[in-house]
C-alpha cells in the first residue's frame, strides 16, 4: 500500500517561509520520484517541484525558482518543499505525489494535501 502524508501546510504572511514535508513509502522502482504539486482556486493543478529517488534528477517551476527548494532524506522517506518568500500568488493546496520519471515525471499516486495561504 503506497503512503503519503503531507505536513507543513498553515498560514503566512507575504514575504514569510514554510517547510512541508512528506513522508511517504519506500521507492524501489527504477526511476521513482517524488513530486510537489499544487491547485490554487480557480487554477489547473501544476507542479511545483518534483525530485528523483537517487536524487540526481530534480524540476522546479520558474516561477518559484530561488525561492523554493526540493529536498529528500532517504533514511526517513522523507521530501520537503521549503518555501521562502512566499506571496499572495502562492495560496493553494499543495499535493505530494508520487511518480516516476519516463521521459518526464508521470504522476501516480496522490496525498490528502495541505492548505497554504499566503496573505498580507
Known amino acids: 500500500e503506497v503512503q503519503l502524508a503531507e505536513s507543513g501546510g498553515g498560514s503566512v504572511r507575504t514575504g514569510g517561509s514554510l517547510r512541508l514535508s512528506c513522508v511517504h513509502s519506500e521507492l524501489t522502482y527504477d526511476g521513482s520520484a517524488i513530486g510537489w504539486f499544487r491547485r490554487a482556486p480557480g487554477k489547473e493543478r501544476e507542479a511545483v517541484a518534483t525530485?528523483?529517488?537517487?536524487?540526481?534528477?530534480?524540476y522546479v517551476v520558474d516561477s518559484v525558482k530561488g525561492r523554493f527548494t526540493i529536498s529528500r532524506d532517504n533514511a526517513k522517506n522523507t521530501v520537503s518543499l521549503q518555501m521562502n518568500s512566499l506571496k499572495a500568488e502562492d495560496t493553494a493546496v499543495y499535493y505530494c505525489?508520487?511518480?516516476?520519471?519516463?521521459?518526464?515525471?508521470?504522476?501516480?499516486?496522490w496525498g490528502q494535501g495541505t492548505q497554504v495561504t499566503v496573505s498580507s
Open positions: 505525489n508520487q511518480g516516476i520519471y519516463i521521459s518526464s515525471y508521470v504522476p501516480v499516486y
Open positions: 525530485i528523483s529517488n537517487d536524487g540526481t534528477t530534480n
